[in-house]
């Protein structure tokens, strides 16, 4: 393992590079300096607009003309008709101004209808289009719905589209690329690295903006993973990839050298990644508390923790320093033939734990319940 340096286990990550295509905020200027100012004053008084905001929406229309405010009226009653508070349609006019403008019964209402059918209504609906009013100058026929049936295959069984609801506002772009060329092509990408089924549900659902990254950029996370030690097929190289595409090179690096300044081998480091991936999104701050504890009040040796990285992972404040104070009462009192494992107590939840070290325990369980809680709980 000592072909894993800091160098080059630092190349395997970069910072993001996924820049989508914002269609709707193209900076282009009204052509006629009235009409600007028109548009400008009507944002203002209708919405309750500032002035910064009215400019910028208005030199952002080249579809407005002197016919046209009058359009923006209804479009902007139509919207509050359906639930949407003045915040939300400011804020939907800010993303894609050419919805002002918009055909309501041939464009907007098809779509606005589409996203209430998948159980986005009223203020939840405003609340999806105050980010993502892109969605509505993008085809129906030939984005919307091809896209959002493809999403719903990979989710497969899910009720009332509530997880389909979580990745679209998660990822305002997801239903707006081509369905072919990105969507089915970057499902097939991971299908064919192994990650089907409930591993792509959970991928879809935690990080959606993968299914329609460039391809250069899924190549390029696999490769990475792939070179951490991961293999293809492998149960954890789908939460590597979640993991990776997560953290900058900066982050990584900081988390790297912190466990190298704990005396962590570069092996120890590589093992614990391997094992929990997952490790790679705690805080800095809670990894340099959680090793800390462990190895310096604990006494624990290195071994534990790159054999059981997921004790880094626990609340350190609710689980594992509660946990360890009950432990040390325990060995005190030698209210056990042998001290037991503080890794199988650290896995307990919580009703098991209080079973099985402190309510078994009748004559201390009121010294333990202050030892775990700080106060006497209710067992």
Not at 208 to 220: G, H, M, Q, T, Y
Request: charged share 25%; with cysteine; hydrophobic share 45%.
């Amino acid at each position: 393992m000592g072909m894993f340096n800091s160098l080059y286990l630092f190349s395997f990550f970069h910072r993001l590079s996924l820049n989508p295509t914002k269609a709707c905020t193209r900076c282009f200027s009204a052509k006629n300096p009235d009409i600007r100012d028109s548009l400008s004053g009507f944002l203002m008084r209708s919405l309750n607009f500032s002035r910064s905001q009215a400019l910028a929406v208005s030199n952002r229309s080249p579809w407005a003309t002197s016919n046209s405010l009058e359009n923006s009226r209804v479009v902007i009653k139509y919207f509050q008709k359906l639930g949407f508070s003045d915040a939300q349609i400011r804020s939907s006019i800010i993303v894609c101004p050419q919805i002002l403008f918009a055909d309501i019964e041939k464009t907007l209402k098809p779509k606005l209808e589409f996203f209430q059918g998948l159980g986005l209504m009223g203020a939840d609906l405003g609340k999806y289009i105050s980010k993502s009013a892109s969605v509505l100058s993008v085809s129906l026929n030939k984005r919307l719905v091809p896209n959002v049936h493809i999403l719903k295959g990979v989710l497969f069984d899910d009720k009332d589209n509530r997880d389909l609801i979580v990745v679209l506002r998660r990822c305002k772009w997801i239903v707006s690329k081509d369905p072919e060329s990105v969507l089915m092509h970057n499902i097939a990408f991971l299908e064919s690295c192994g990650v089907t089924g409930y591993q792509q549900r959970m991928l879809l659902k935690r990080q959606p903006s993968l299914f329609v990254a460039k391809e250069s950029r899924l190549n390029d996370l696999v490769s990475r993973v792939l070179e951490m030690g991961f293999s293809l097929n492998s149960g954890m190289l789908v939460y590597a990839l979640y993991s990776v595409s997560c953290i900058s090179v900066k982050t990584l690096g900081e988390k790297v050298k912190l466990f190298r300044d704990f005396g962590f081998s570069e092996e120890d480091i590589i093992l614990m990644l391997r094992r929990a991936p997952t490790l790679l999104r705690v805080s800095e701050e809670k990894l340099k508390f959680g090793i800390d504890f462990l190895l310096n009040v604990m006494k624990c040796k290195k071994t534990l923790i790159v054999g059981r990285p997921f004790c880094l992972m626990l609340s350190m404040e609710d689980r594992v320093v509660p946990r360890y104070r009950v432990l040390q009462v325990v060995k005190l009192k030698g209210l056990m033939k042998k001290d037991p494992s503080f890794t199988t107590m650290l896995e307990l939840n919580e009703e098991a734990f209080i079973e099985r070290f402190i309510s078994r325990f009748r004559d201390d369980t009121e010294q333990l319940l202050i030892a775990y809680k700080g106060h006497i709980l209710d067992v």
